[in-house]
């Protein structure tokens, strides 16, 4: 599948942060490389930066605690924290969505094309690290991991808003101090590397590719 721009033919990707290039529309393992996963999601903010004051919180970090708080309520299921740490993986070659965002496009799209996009990389992804798509009891315990998440970041880290009245699980009890990007960067891909070891896996580094400039 490809795009057309003027009379030549356009495959849209993007430059990745150890010069990698990332095909958005044809992605595959060899694209993949951690490093570029870790550090992309550090300089990434969550919420499109709408947090209290002057804190910055990054997806690496919400990723990180996502997967600790799986890895405390199944201690054994090194697959399901691996899969945790990288429930938001795609953001880091398509930035994080809002999801007001992604409503909005899909009512004026009437489709789901963000979910699309992010389901054709996550396939890349875990490809890339050597899983098999998500099952759906580990799918349903990250899912319930990131709103516990939620709920506290929207606590600690966010204005309150009257408006904003969405059905959470109690927020956890211990209040969140964001770490700084290259702290969130590094905690991130220790929580990355341990659980790659822990499944017997390898992490994924980018294999070199020939950039087609046809």
């Not at 694209?31 to 969550?46: E, F, K, P, S």
């Not at 409503?103 to 992804?125: E, K, W």
Request: aromatic residues 8%; contains cysteine.
């Amino acid at each position: 599948m490809s795009l057309r721009f003027a009379s030549a033919p356009y495959t849209p990707w993007i430059a990745t942060s150890t010069g990698g290039r990332f095909d958005l529309l044809s992605p595959s393992a060899a694209q993949v490389d951690w490093r570029d996963i870790a550090t992309h999601l550090a300089n990434l903010c969550r919420w499109n930066g709408a947090l209290a004051g002057d804190l910055f919180y990054s997806v690496a970090e919400h990723s990180s605690r996502v997967a600790l708080l799986v890895q405390q309520t199944d201690p054994s299921n090194h697959r399901a924290v691996l899969y945790a740490a990288l429930h938001d993986a795609h953001e880091a070659y398509l930035g994080d969505w809002t999801s007001p965002l992604k409503r909005a496009i899909t009512h004026y799209a009437g489709q789901n094309i963000l979910g699309s996009l992010a389901n054709l990389i996550d396939s890349a992804i875990f490809e890339a690290f050597g899983l098999p798509p998500m099952s759906d009891d580990i799918e349903d315990m990250i899912r319930h991991a990131d709103l516990t998440l939620l709920a506290t970041e929207k606590r600690d880290l966010m204005t309150p808003h009257p408006a904003w009245q969405i059905a959470l699980p109690a927020p956890l009890t211990g209040r969140i101090i964001p770490n700084s990007r290259l702290a969130a960067r590094d905690n991130y891909a220790r929580m990355l590397a341990n659980a790659v070891r822990a499944c017997g896996l390898d992490l994924p580094i980018r294999r070199e590719m020939e950039v087609s400039h046809g």
